[in-house]
């Protein structure tokens, strides 16, 4: 296997190589090709990026959506991109999304990323429609089969509501989609788990605490940490509404409830969810007349599930920083990624109050996730597909 070098300076050496290299070395020999795609190297390459990207003040993958032509309604073209934390701005790339052919609808919407892979969907998922699971860094994916509850006809669609996470299920080294189909008429959603390894769907049955379902929750994002998939739901209680984190364990697949603190629990204004940091993170987001426009507070859980650990981090209002229009996540190194009201993607350092372009302009939305490059769906098994 070795040729001239001891096996284990052999694998020292080629983790130390990007994916993008390690699938061309992989067709030097089947030797290599073997250790390569061996899942104890991709999870030992996996924990190598991992510490790369806390040395190196983290990643973000983005996903954009630009109108090709102001007068076109459904005129769009989807790009991404990967910026480093320390790679300069200048150098930063913007790739067309290779994959859209593949949907159905106008365009495709991220469900989450996780250690190097996205899941795609179809923007209007109800039906059942497509969905994928892809790997930027070696350019592969899987073309995920239909769900088992699927609606067909818009008396049906009108009266539901579809919402979705995405993880890594570590005990069984296992990437998971959940599907949860709410219907306004029973108080307990349809779940469904794909899991890659098998690449099938399954319906599981397992308590979920109640919650309404919202217009809006396709639009919902949901944050994975600790293993943990994280959505902001509402419910009604004592003849209000309560604002609270809903959650799903990958590896015991069980749902459960964090709660917000008291400020955002009992909040009338939009809470949503912050992927792309270590800690789960939430921005409320409410119209201020002091400021004459919007006010995002950004709130992080210090010590994970501890309610009494949140902390409010920072507040700015919408004017500032050239205009602000939304908050899309926060970086592991504690930067937040904003859209400006320019419809750019912008840097902001909280502590320095410095904001870096990110060479990104006229995208009227955008996904950003946490990135890690990994050798996940190397293996030409199960429908795992070139392009």
């Not at 497509?130 to 089969?145: D, E, Q, T």
Request: hydrophobic fraction near 40%; proline fraction near 3%; include cysteine.
């Amino acid at each position: 296997m070795s040729g001239p070098f001891p096996s284990d300076i052999l694998v020292e050496i080629l983790l130390r190589l990007c994916p993008k290299s390690l699938v061309k070395c992989s067709c030097v020999c089947k030797s290599w090709r073997a250790l390569i795609t061996h899942r104890r190297f991709i999870s030992d390459h996996l924990s190598r990026s991992l510490q790369l990207d806390h040395r190196n003040n983290g990643s973000l993958f983005l996903h954009l959506y630009r109108r090709e032509r102001e007068d076109a309604v459904n005129c769009y073209s989807e790009f991404y991109s990967v910026y480093l934390g320390n790679q300069q701005v200048d150098d930063l790339s913007i790739s067309k999304f290779p994959l859209s052919h593949l949907f159905l609808e106008k365009y495709s919407r991220v469900i989450g990323a996780c250690n190097g892979l996205v899941c795609l969907g179809d923007y209007r998922a109800i039906r059942g429609a497509n969905h994928i699971i892809w790997n930027p860094s070696i350019r592969k994916y899987v073309v995920l089969p239909k769900p088992r509850v699927i609606l067909s006809n818009y008396r049906e669609m009108r009266h539901h509501r579809v919402f979705f996470g995405f993880g890594f299920d570590s005990r069984n080294d296992d990437f998971k989609v959940v599907r949860l189909l709410s219907s306004k008429r029973q108080d307990t959603p349809e779940v469904e788990v794909y899991s890659l390894s098998t690449n099938s769907w399954r319906s599981i049955n397992t308590r979920v605490p109640p919650f309404l379902v919202a217009t809006n929750v396709w639009k919902t994002s949901h944050m994975f940490v600790n293993g943990v998939i994280h959505w902001v739901v509402n419910s009604r209680i004592n003849g209000g509404i309560r604002n609270f984190i809903l959650t799903f364990d990958l590896v015991e697949e069980t749902f459960g409830e964090l709660m917000l603190p008291k400020l955002l629990e009992e909040s009338p204004f939009m809470v949503s969810i912050l992927t792309g940091s270590d800690s789960l993170a939430v921005v409320l987001r409410k119209d201020s007349a002091e400021f004459d426009g919007t006010v995002f507070s950004i709130w992080l859980m210090k010590e994970y599930g501890v309610v009494e650990s949140w902390a409010e981090t920072y507040r700015f209002d919408s004017s500032r920083f050239g205009g602000i229009s939304r908050v899309l996540a926060l970086s592991s190194s504690g930067e937040v990624v904003l859209q400006s009201w320019s419809d750019a993607v912008v840097l902001l350092d909280p502590k320095r109050e410095s904001v870096k372009h990110l060479g990104l302009d006229g995208f009227f939305n955008a996904f950003v996730g946490r990135h890690f490059e990994s050798l996940y769906l190397v293996n030409t098994e199960n429908g795992v597909l070139s392009y």
